[in-house]
């Protein structure tokens, strides 16, 4: 009788114990206190995964996290070298009534369900790596890899988000023509996209390459969300505007282009740029006038940034949540697209980071049809000219790297935008 007297209390502070312990929640500060940016977004991701919601508090510390307590998730915090706070429920609570305050510039935004990730890439390794693919490895998120057939095939309606990098849609085979024709990993890189448009049932490459521009357009209008960087941003644009013309010299397929193929352009076709001038020179490094062109040798590095805009948490969470930082500049960084010219986006698009008087905007959001688009220019956040051959870079020496987590802001902005798909 007396053991089970001793037992009673026991029991009952163990429950209460218990209980409150359930109550309390796992909070991710994103500010400079965080020593590991990029594999947080990892955390947060596989959490959704794993069927549990998450808070995000839009410019709250950079953008930090909120969710549920767990041993495990608090130990995977740890494995990973990611800074968590255990908070009291009530800690929690007067935290979002601070966030949700109407004088502040913050807000809570509800993530959960983690999207399905599709990487736009070929089966064949080429001579560059893609900084998306990076970062999602070193996150720790899970996605697919899908190519032309898989695109053509109608795949693309099974993923919530897809991104495009360092891609010519214009079927020129990114203009290396001048520099690396007579290289075995380019010439093998021509023979196999020949090949394959055969086999999907084109004459031509740059022709195959319009129909999968055609088809992840749609995907857009359906509901997907599109990020690309590099020269899959402008390309993209390019072969839109270009449907039905021949813009590719005979360098390229063996025919001759369409004399008339400037004026041919249809502008209404495109997602983000407009009024732009394709260049037609084979031995240019470059597909029009989109991209601002910058010679390497003459910048300073030292001082080019680009500037992210601050937009209003509660009325524009969208454009807030792409741009959630803990530093509101950031190092600027080389691509075959290296920034956009300012005069040649679309009024409907918004900036979302760019050069102050410059005129060279580096990071643009818009929507077309149900879904939505996020363009960010340059190749490697962290390598500032990465070079064909270079080795891939090492995110474990950038874990904070504020140019990397505006990839990983998209990966959860899905999350946050509950839309009704298209089948």
């Not at 909120?66 to 494995?79: D, G, I, P, Q």
């Not at 340059?378 to 891939?392: A, F, L, S, W």
């Amino acid at each position: 009788m007396r053991f089970r007297n001793l037992l009673l209390p026991l029991l009952i502070t163990f429950v209460l114990c218990t209980s409150i312990q359930a109550q309390d929640k796992l909070f991710i500060p994103m500010d400079a206190s965080q020593s590991n940016h990029l594999k947080a977004y990892g955390i947060i991701f596989n959490n959704l995964q794993d069927g549990n919601s998450s808070q995000w508090l839009l410019n709250y510390r950079g953008g930090s996290f909120m969710t549920n307590y767990s041993e495990n998730l608090l130990k995977k915090t740890r494995l990973k070298n990611v800074k968590a706070e255990v908070i009291s429920n009530a800690e929690a609570a007067k935290l979002i009534s601070e966030v949700e305050q109407p004088d502040a510039n913050t807000s809570v935004i509800q993530l959960d369900k983690a999207p399905k990730i599709a990487v736009y890439t070929p089966k064949q390794a080429l001579p560059w790596d893609d900084a998306v693919t990076l970062a999602l490895t070193y996150a720790g998120v899970e996605f697919d890899k899908v190519w032309d057939p898989e695109v053509l095939n109608g795949k693309l309606s099974e993923y919530d988000w897809l991104h495009l990098h360092h891609e010519d849609f214009t079927g020129q085979y990114g203009k290396f023509w001048v520099s690396s024709r007579n290289q075995p990993w380019y010439i093998k890189q021509v023979r196999e996209m020949e090949a394959m448009a055969q086999e999907l049932g084109y004459n031509k490459v740059s022709n195959e390459k319009k129909a999968i521009a055609a088809e992840i357009k749609e995907y857009v209008g359906n509901g997907g969300f599109l990020f690309a960087m590099c020269s899959g941003t402008d390309t993209f644009d390019i072969a839109l505007a270009s449907q039905g013309v021949d813009i590719v010299p005979s360098q390229f397929d063996g025919d001759p282009m369409d004399p008339n193929a400037q004026q041919k352009l249809d502008f209404e076709n495109t997602l983000a740029f407009t009024d732009f001038v394709l260049s037609t020179d084979p031995s240019e490094y470059e597909h029009a006038d989109i991209d601002v062109p910058v010679q390497i040798d003459e910048v300073d590095k030292t001082i080019d940034f680009f500037t992210l805009f601050e937009f209003s948490a509660k009325w524009d969470p969208v454009p807030t949540m792409l741009t959630q930082n803990h530093v509101s500049s950031i190092r600027g960084f080389y691509g075959q697209t290296t920034a956009f010219q300012k005069d040649k986006i679309k009024e409907s698009v918004v900036v979302l980071g760019e050069s102050p008087g410059r005129g060279m905007v580096k990071y643009i959001h818009g929507n077309y049809g149900q879904g939505t688009f996020t363009f960010y220019a340059g190749h490697d956040p962290e390598d500032y000219t990465h070079r064909v051959n270079d080795p891939p870079t090492d995110l474990s020496l950038h874990t904070s790297s504020p140019g990397y987590r505006l990839i990983l802001n998209n990966i959860l902005f899905p999350a946050a935008k509950k839309k009704k798909r298209k089948t």
